[in-house]
Structure formats: C-alpha cells, structure tokens
C-alpha cells in the first residue's frame, strides 16, 4: 500500500471513492471525514459524493464539506433517480483506475478499504480480479430488512450462482474500466458480481464491518427491494444465458511488426 504522504493534490489519485447520496444530512458530513482518514493510507485518493436529488440538507452540508477537504467532488442531481443512477454518475466523474462505493448513511465503515485494496494487490497480481465484494456477516438492521435480504440472497444464488454472500452490500471495490462496460438498468448495483463475472472477470468476497444507522431514515422498504430484486434477477439472468466469451485462437496479419516489437 501508499502512505499518506503520498496524497496531495497534485497526485494523481489511485483509488476514488464513490458515495450516493438521498437525504442524508444526518450522516454525509461524519462520513466524509471518516473516509479521509481511512483512505489516506492507501495513497492518493479522491472522493465522489452524488446527492441524488435530496430534498432535505444535504446539498448545503457536501458544499461545506467541499470547502475543507480538497479530495472530495460533488455531483448534483437533478433529481432524484436512484441508487445506481448515483453510483454510475460517480464512476463517470471518478478518474481514478479503481473504485471503491459505499452506502451514503454510514453503515459501510470505510476504514475496511484499506484492506480491501492490500487484498486486491496480493503478489501475485491477478489481472483477472476485477472486483472485491465486501460480505456484512454481522448485521445492525431491522428485522424486515435482514428478513427481506434473506428471501433476495437466497433467490438470486440459487438463480444467478455468483457465490457471492451478500452481493446486496454497498462496500465494494471494482475496476473502473469493468464498471463501465457493463450493462446499465436501474437497480444494477445489486447483481455487480454477477454482471463482473458475466464480462469474464473474477470476484471475490472479504468479510466487512457492518455499522447501525447513526440518523435519517432508512429508504429500505418489500416494495422497492425485494419485489423488484427478484424481478431483476430474472432479466440478470436472461443476460447470463445470452453471454458469450470468444476464445481467439490466433491472428494474422500481413503487418509483420508485432505490438511487442514497437
């Protein structure tokens, strides 16, 4: 990993932090100086924060928090237009090679980074790792929330078989450069191992801290999570039985220099 020495404006950041954002006054300014702290380690970093059209003071408490910590940007919606709407704005605006996401109500810790990213940078470096998907084993949530998760997790393994635990947890570090070639519809950010491993990259899953709630309200709810999830898993699963990976055997050219040579 970096030091934080290296982290300076003039750096290029290695790694940019993606945070969506839906009224949550309560929690956003906390947890912008959480992850500075946190990700500082790892070396240059930047932080991306969406506000997905809130309506209570979030925008007014980013701006603040954008005059003290020079690595953080604010993107605007106009609008409130979802979760993975958010996370794809920040992805677009990100420049860093790697992301990291988290929720935006603080209960991802972002002080799991930091090892997510020594994971991903084990010797050997294995190019096909294109994604680490962080698993909350240890829960702070309604029962609802971790009943409706329970029903989601279970129908998605059986449908999708990603093998990933909690492929419903915010905390995630994924290539830019994947994030983006994959496909978009609303709700995506909940099938990404599956969307990853379809693009022909490998996952794997760290176990993370999970945190209560600190304020605000939860946007949880059968109607926008479960429900809909599982009608999602069905069209996820259309686009894993439609997958194709080709498998070049060689290729031939009349131009007799080779990449290698230039």
Known sequence: MGNSDSNSNDAAPIISVVVPVHNEE???????????????????????VVNDGSTDNTQTVLAEAAKAVPELVVVNHDGNFGQS????????????????TLDGDGQNDPADIPGMWQRLHQAPRDSSLKMIAGHRRKRHDSWIKLKS?????GIRGRLLADGI????????????????SLPFFDHFHRFLPALVQRAGGRVVSVEVHHRPRGGGQSHYGIGNRLWVGIVDIIGVRWLQRRGRHPVI???????KESKDDR
């Open 85 to 100: 709407a958010a996370v794809l704005s920040g992805v677009q605006t990100a420049s860093a090679d790697w992301i990291a």
């Open 165 to 180: 635990p909690d492929t419903g947890c915010g905390l995630k570090l994924i290539e830019r450069e994947m994030f983006l």
């Open 249 to 255: 055997r060689d290729i031939v050219s009349s131009n």
């Open 26 to 48: 309560a929690n956003i300014g906390a947890l912008v100086a959480e992850i500075v702290t946190s990700v500082a380690p790892v070396g240059a970093f930047e932080m991306v």
């Open 149 to 153: 998760s329970k029903i989601a997790n």
